[in-house]
């Protein structure tokens, strides 16, 4: 393989997570990373990951096939503006931004702009992301299969439909929070009967680890999961009894409706 040019318009969190996992990837022996910040610091903290910085989004975008907006929401439109002037048919769009379209992208840049949207997780700073990946119809399959190779070596990613990426969201993007929110309920009991905080997280959270492991490795169902920890007449049973009284499937839902609302209000 020949080498890449893949650049970062900004390197926060997410974005300093998919640095790092390119650089520890063996596909990342092929890929030169550069990065543009206004908060140089957070740059020059990446050179010892073989990230050269750039002084502006159109100097990044001169040098790179493949350029990342790794940036929020809010500021994106500010920062595709910026980059513009050095979009070319040539170059790859990657957008990890919450409900920000490849047409929104295309009608600020160039028409028929090549973009691809991504969703990341925040586990992607453990190598443990889970990203879903869609593409518009200029991008090609070698284009596309970089970018795939490139979540891949950060944890696990899947080809969705790109009218999907908004509904998506609180299945992998958002889910992380949803979650720890959920691990404090088990652990805040456990403290206020007595238990160590320390173990009951310790426990809990391999529970966690445990779980997702029997659903992907197993065989089983989620319903046939569920019966197989559910003994007849048994605690378990008399839990999920309270969690069924709750609608807890019900209000997941509404929680997932809630997000994707915002992601299409976002996208506007």
Same mark, same amino acid.
């Given at each position: 393989?020949?080498?890449?040019?893949? !650049?970062?318009?900004?390197?926060?969190?997410?974005?300093?997570?998919?640095?790092? $996992?390119?650089?520890?990837?063996?596909?990342?022996?092929?890929?030169?990373?550069?990065?543009? *910040?206004?908060?140089?610091?957070?740059?020059?903290?990446?050179?010892?990951?073989?990230?050269?910085?750039?002084?502006?989004?159109?100097?990044?975008?001169?040098?790179?096939?493949?350029?990342?907006?790794?940036?929020?929401?809010?500021?994106?439109?500010?920062?595709?503006?910026?980059?513009?002037?050095?979009?070319?048919?040539?170059? @790859?769009?990657?957008?990890?931004?919450?409900?920000?379209?490849?047409?929104?992208?295309?009608?600020?840049?160039?028409?028929?702009?090549?973009?691809?949207?991504?969703?990341?997780?925040?586990?992607?700073?453990? /190598?443990?992301?889970?990203?879903?990946?869609?593409?518009?119809?200029? @991008?090609?399959?070698?284009?596309?299969?970089?970018?795939?190779?490139?979540?891949?070596?950060? !944890?696990?990613?899947?080809?969705?439909?790109?009218?999907?990426?908004?509904?998506?969201?609180?299945?992998? $993007?958002?889910?992380?929070?949803?979650?720890?929110?959920?691990? %404090?309920?088990?652990? *805040?009991?456990?403290?206020?009967?007595?238990? *160590?905080?320390?173990?009951?997280?310790?426990?809990?959270?391999?529970?966690?680890?445990?779980?997702?492991?029997?659903?992907?490795?197993? /065989?089983?169902?989620?319903?046939?999961?569920?019966?197989?920890?559910?003994?007849? $007449? /048994?605690?378990?049973?008399? /839990?999920?009894?309270?969690?069924?009284?709750?609608?807890?499937?019900?209000?997941?839902? %509404?929680?997932?409706?809630?997000?994707?609302?915002?992601?299409?209000?976002?996208?506007?």
């Amino acid at each position: 393989m020949s080498n890449i040019n893949i !650049g970062f318009i900004g390197a926060g969190n997410m974005g300093t997570a998919i640095m790092k $996992g390119i650089a520890a990837s063996e596909a990342g022996k092929n890929i030169s990373l550069f990065a543009f *910040d206004p908060d140089t610091d957070k740059v020059s903290a990446l050179k010892s990951f073989g990230v050269e910085a750039c002084k502006s989004e159109s100097e990044l975008t001169e040098k790179c096939k493949y350029v990342f907006l790794a940036v929020k929401p809010q500021v994106i439109e500010k920062v595709i503006e910026a980059a513009a002037p050095a979009v070319s048919d040539n170059t @790859v769009i990657v957008s990890i931004a919450a409900g920000i379209t490849d047409e929104f992208i295309a009608s600020k840049t160039i028409s028929g702009a090549k973009v691809i949207l991504v969703m990341p997780n925040t586990p992607l700073l453990l /190598g443990e992301g889970a990203s879903a990946l869609s593409r518009s119809d200029t @991008v090609t399959d070698q284009e596309f299969s970089v970018i795939l190779d490139v979540f891949r070596s950060c !944890g696990k990613a899947a080809v969705i439909p790109k009218d999907k990426m908004k509904e998506i969201i609180a299945v992998n $993007g958002s889910s992380p929070a949803f979650i720890y929110l959920f691990a %404090k309920g088990f652990i *805040d009991y456990a403290e206020s009967v007595g238990i *160590d905080r320390s173990a009951a997280e310790e426990l809990f959270t391999q529970s966690l680890i445990g779980s997702a492991k029997m659903i992907t490795d197993s /065989g089983f169902s989620i319903d046939e999961l569920i019966k197989m920890v559910s003994s007849p $007449g /048994g605690t378990t049973l008399a /839990g999920l009894d309270k969690l069924y009284e709750g609608n807890l499937t019900d209000t997941v839902k %509404k929680c997932c409706e809630n997000c994707t609302k915002r992601a299409y209000e976002l996208s506007k």
